[in-house]
């Protein structure tokens, strides 16, 4: 009886597949139920959220590790795994083995794909070799690899159904970020922003793998896809050459900006939502000008590219402070009217929350009292530095000059977020962000540049802010005031991807290994686990057989896993280091597994 | 791909002594006993380090530790310590000598073990690593001899009058 009602279902399924005139049909079915987990972030909009409420704030004390995986693979391990109807997919670190586990059976392995790739890559990957995930659309599973080929595989048997390169490890180009499939597109970006790498956003056809459009970072207009009149920034056309006036000479060839964090979009706009990265090299010396557009919020239309509105956010970085963290759409009130919003959690320590049908700047707010190196983004409309931050000279290392330490800066480079995604709840209306509590001394001074080497340029120190001992804090913000609303002190980072559930419980994970919950209105502790290795992946949810799972992936690394390992000292101050402080490799070692909690089988 | 033959070349040219022997040549005595316009040199040739009795450290010393958490720091973390992948370069040059060093940041290496692949990039063609890799190497072996604490040295000799043209001539201006 029960083989006749899967058959059934399969059936079903494969129906559905075919009757979809768009992979966004597919897709938008699939992220609506949720006992899946069918995009790496949950949904288009990016808020990590789940309806599931089996697990809630009154039984999740008593959740336990029901099964567990080991990938096989000792690096970072970034990122969270799918599950589409009875089937997880995961992903590993290079070499990006991908498994396709049987929920039905434990986990059995249906199928795996192991790339060969040439190790060669490996040392272009600035922060470990990591990989934040895949993508299903259209039976299909898609992965972008460290070599930078983007691949789709066919999500029942693991064969490979199409595969594109679209970038020159050689000359610095990796890949890391999750694919994304918006409308018939796969959209992708590139990673290579410490080695001097032009880097773009691009579509590729999801059944052929033929390549639509490229956007890059910077560059003439035709490379950019911007529009002198029609692309707007706050309100405003950013008129001609709107990024190579703001690069001296070629520069802009080698300018990075590279686009390896999270993709969001909206269907009802047609708008694909992303940030760029750091422009090269790091001793902002070498590059004067605003360096546009590097360390942008960008709305692209999914078919062409075409750019509709763009946002820097840190003008002529002189910090490492790239803009590649999710945007996370969401519908909110404010003053009364309802607004279609965009909020961003910045490396630079700025909470931003834009109107993302046009770029309208309506918050922009410190989600750490801690970041010193700008007093405030002036939000006066009449200025005439409206929407740039304002920077404080001690803390602009070109203002001190290269060869010279700037010292107490905050955030350090590792930003007061990186990559690790927060998530929101419309039940709160509160966003949960994982953040790094950390300060830095930057030295930059003068490099010279080498296709497929490191182009850096600075000397970096870092330390937990002064008087202070923790380098992390789990925070809830309302993105409509730009508040803290409540603040969870960690000895270390946290640097997992948060989970919000309509259970009211919020999941993220700790540098130490351990998974937790935490009360989504008031923040208050009321579950953790210590997983066998160090976290750095993103929590997600999915039911199966009637009971809701929590799954996250342990494995320490990433930039946690270089700037941490060994423990941070206390500022020097001209009198040396002192002490250090907690070091993460007194807490754990190099992992590679999943772990799936679930309350006790009745 | 003649960026990667002359690194080859170079690296099998500097790396030869240290391979011949299929041991490590740790690096010995590391008292100074020769100033090179404040270049120090140990009893066997090789750069070593000065640190006063107050913690004053040499220019190159100094040189060292600002080059190395610029084009090292980011795989083999701060001030030496290693990171969840790679070693720890300040126990790594209690058993390494001189040669040894040179030929490893030269022809890169590979530690290639399922799962946990390693592999380090030849800086041969880096100019912003071997314009400096004396200085590097020096830092780092003060701190294997514990001879520096961790973090920025406070105080420091004089940069030598031969530096800046030195360094114009091997960055290329």
Redesign the interface.
């Known amino acids: 009886m029960r083989k006749y009602l899967l058959a059934t279902c399969m059936g079903a399924v494969a129906l559905f597949s075919a009757g979809y005139a768009t992979a966004n049909e597919e897709l938008a079915k699939l992220q609506a139920d949720a006992k899946q987990w069918a995009l790496p972030t949950g949904n288009f909009a990016n808020t990590r959220y789940s309806e599931l409420k089996q697990i809630d704030t009154t039984n999740v004390g008593k959740i336990a590790p029901a099964w567990t995986f080991s990938?096989?693979?000792?690096?970072?391990h970034e990122g969270a795994p799918l599950v589409i109807g009875d089937v997880m997919y995961l992903h590993a670190p290079?070499?990006n083995t991908v498994f396709a586990l049987d929920l039905n059976n434990d986990g059995k392995i249906l199928w795996k794909y192991e790339p060969k790739q040439d190790?060669?890559v490996?040392?272009?990957m600035?922060?470990?070799?990591v990989n934040r995930g895949l993508s299903y659309a259209d039976g299909k599973i898609f992965l972008h690899q460290a070599d930078t080929t983007l691949v789709a595989l066919d999500a029942k048997s693991g064969a490979v159904v199409w595969s594109v390169k679209d970038g020159d490890p050689s000359k610095g180009a990796t890949g890391t970020s999750a694919p994304m499939i918006f409308k018939d597109k796969v959209i992708v970006g590139v990673s290579g922003g410490?080695f001097g790498v032009r880097s773009w956003l691009g579509a590729y056809d999801l059944k052929t793998g033929k390549p639509v459009w490229r956007g890059y970072s910077m560059g003439p207009d035709s490379d950019t896809l911007v529009d002198p009149v029609k692309t707007t920034q706050l309100g405003k056309p950013v008129g001609p050459d709107s990024s190579t006036s703001t690069w001296q000479g070629d520069q802009w060839k080698i300018g990075g900006g590279a686009t390896w964090g999270w993709y969001s979009y909206d269907p009802d706009l047609n708008l694909v939502y992303y940030g760029s990265g750091n422009p090269s090299t790091?001793n902002p010396k070498q590059r004067p000008g605003d360096n546009r557009w590097s360390m942008a919020v960008w709305a692209r239309d999914v078919d062409t590219g075409a750019v509709k509105w763009v946002y820097q956010m840190t003008p002529h970085d002189e910090w490492d402070y790239d803009g590649v963290n999710e945007m996370i759409l969401t519908d909110q009130k404010i003053d009364g009217k309802d607004r279609k919003l965009l909020t961003h959690f910045d490396r630079n320590g700025f909470g931003y929350t834009l109107d993302r049908t046009n770029g309208e700047l309506l918050v922009a707010e410190k989600y750490d009292p801690a970041v010193n190196w700008a007093t405030k983004v002036d939000m006066d409309k009449s200025s005439k530095t409206y929407g740039r931050p304002l920077v404080v000279p001690a803390m602009s290392t070109e203002h001190n000059g290269e060869d010279v330490?700037s010292k107490g800066i905050c955030p350090a480079a590792l930003g007061t977020k990186d990559e690790q995604p927060a998530a929101y709840s419309p039940q709160t209306e509160l966003f949960y962000v994982p953040t790094n509590h950390v300060c830095m001394?930057y030295?930059p001074?003068?490099?010279?540049y080498?296709?497929?080497?490191?182009y850096?340029?600075?000397?970096?120190?870092?330390y937990p802010p002064p008087g202070q001992t923790n380098m992390g804090n789990f925070i809830a913000w309302d993105g409509k005031t730009g508040k803290i609303v409540w603040s969870d002190p960690e000895q270390f980072s946290v640097w997992s991807g948060a989970l919000a559930t309509a259970g009211g419980v919020v999941f993220y994970g700790t540098l130490e290994g351990y998974l937790k919950a935490v009360d989504a209105k008031t923040g208050k502790e009321l579950y953790k686990f210590k997983t066998p290795s160090g976290i750095i992946g993103n929590v997600m949810t999915y039911e199966h057989g009637g009971r809701q799972y929590v799954a996250i992936l342990s494995g320490?690394?990433g930039w946690a896993?270089?700037?941490l390992?060994?423990?941070?000292?206390?500022a020097?101050d001209?009198?040396?280091?002192v002490g250090?402080y907690a070091a993460?490799?007194n807490y754990t070692a190099?992992g590679?597994t999943l772990t799936v909690f679930a309350l006790p089988a009745m | 791909m003649t960026m990667i033959k002359s690194a080859i070349v170079l690296g099998v040219a500097l790396a030869f002594v240290p391979f011949v022997g299929l041991h490590a040549e740790p690096p010995g005595d590391p008292a100074a006993v020769k100033n090179d316009d404040g270049k120090y040199r140990d009893k066997n040739g090789d750069p070593t380090y000065k640190v006063s009795p107050d913690g004053t450290v040499d220019w190159y010393v100094y040189s060292g530790f600002r080059r190395y958490h610029s084009e090292c720091h980011v795989c083999h973390g701060p001030d030496g310590e290693g990171s969840t992948y790679a070693p720890a370069l300040k126990n790594s040059l209690k058993t390494i000598g001189y040669a040894e060093f040179y030929g490893i940041v030269v022809s890169g290496k590979q530690d290639l073990s399922a799962g946990n692949e390693k592999v380090m990039p030849a800086f041969a063609e880096n100019k912003n690593v071997m314009c400096y890799l004396d200085d590097i190497y020096v830092y780092l072996r003060a701190r294997s001899n514990e001879a520096i604490p961790r973090g920025r040295p406070a105080k420091h000799e004089d940069k030598p009058g031969t530096f800046d043209a030195a360094q114009d001539k091997c960055m290329g201006g």
């Open positions: 990938t096989g693979v000792l690096r970072g290079f070499p190790p060669n490996i040392p272009v600035c922060c470990d070799t410490e790091w330490n001394d030295e001074f003068k490099v010279s080498t296709a497929g080497q490191p850096v340029g600075a000397t970096l120190s870092m320490v690394g896993g270089i700037g390992a060994a423990g941070l000292t206390k020097t001209g009198l040396g280091a250090g993460l490799s190099l590679g």
